[in-house]
């Protein structure tokens, strides 16, 4: 369980319902923030093999034309690379997108998945999850694009990319849009006073903005080598060497 709470994970399994944005929308607390200019948000796209470019760059501005124009946060796609779909399964997608460093221009790295028979057969006897993004800083995400399941009938690709560009702005937590508003002003406002070419992001364990892609870099690389070292301690503890 604990390593399936390293991602903040879209649509969990059918049986559980759809969870397909933040929260609902709050007219009246939205108008009191001040998002201040528009400003763009650089995602470079990770792309599945039988994914066109077209089909991706669609995908993505379908899911955020409509909100753009409420928070004045275009989304650029800065750059499209060919990544084949690296594990079956939400951990290892994760696991491997977590090796990917942030570098420039990219603010964010969101990769685009495929489906096949397999993950049709799994949806039907297990829980699926549909899109997830890194919980410690929230810039490495995925989601599903191809339709191959039942759950995709509530969740669609389009809901599910929408949902991950949310978390991708700050929103950590669903269903508090309040605080998902003061996380988008917050950024926006830090990348405007510092004129800086970054749209920063969060420390979620400290609270800390990280202010450049070598801090979101450090800040996963301490994350992995903690849990490695833990990973180590337990291996060690259960040894019979370590039971002495």
Request: net charge neutral.
């Given at each position: ?17 759809a969870?397909?944005s ?8 939205r108008a ?13 796209l ?33 750059q ?17 997108l ?20 397999g ?13 997830a ?5 929230l ?7 191809r ?8 969740s ?15 929103c ?12 988008i002003?917050t950024?926006?406002t ?19 903005l ?16 903690r ?8 291996r060690?503890?259960a ?6």
């Amino acid at each position: 369980m604990g390593r399936l709470l390293r991602a903040v994970p879209l649509c969990i399994a059918l049986a559980l319902g759809a969870c397909t944005s933040m929260g609902h929308q709050d007219q009246a607390n939205r108008a009191r923030h001040d998002f201040g200019p528009p400003t763009t948000l650089s995602v470079c796209l990770y792309v599945d093999n039988g994914i066109s470019d077209d089909e991706a760059r669609a995908l993505v501005s379908e899911a955020w034309q409509d909100e753009a124009p409420l928070y004045g946060v275009d989304v650029k796609i800065a750059q499209i690379k060919r990544w084949p779909r690296p594990a079956a399964r939400m951990e290892g997608i994760m696991a491997a997108l977590r090796k990917e460093r942030l570098e420039a221009p990219c603010d964010r790295v969101l990769a685009l998945i495929g489906r096949d028979f397999g993950d049709f057969m799994w949806s039907l006897v297990a829980p699926e999850y549909l899109g997830a993004v890194n919980t410690d800083t929230l810039t490495h995400g995925y989601a599903v694009a191809r339709r191959a399941s039942l759950n995709q009938l509530i969740s669609p690709p389009v809901d599910v990319t929408r949902h991950e560009i949310y978390h991708m702005l700050g929103c950590g937590k669903h269903n508090d849009m309040k605080r998902c508003y003061d996380q988008i002003a917050t950024l926006k406002t830090w990348k405007r006073e510092h004129d800086s070419d970054f749209f920063p992001a969060w420390d979620f364990q400290s609270g800390r903005l990280l202010d450049s892609r070598d801090a979101v870099n450090e800040r996963i690389q301490g994350s992995d080598m903690r849990r490695a070292a833990r990973k180590d301690e337990k291996r060690v503890a259960a040894s019979p060497a370590g039971a002495r």
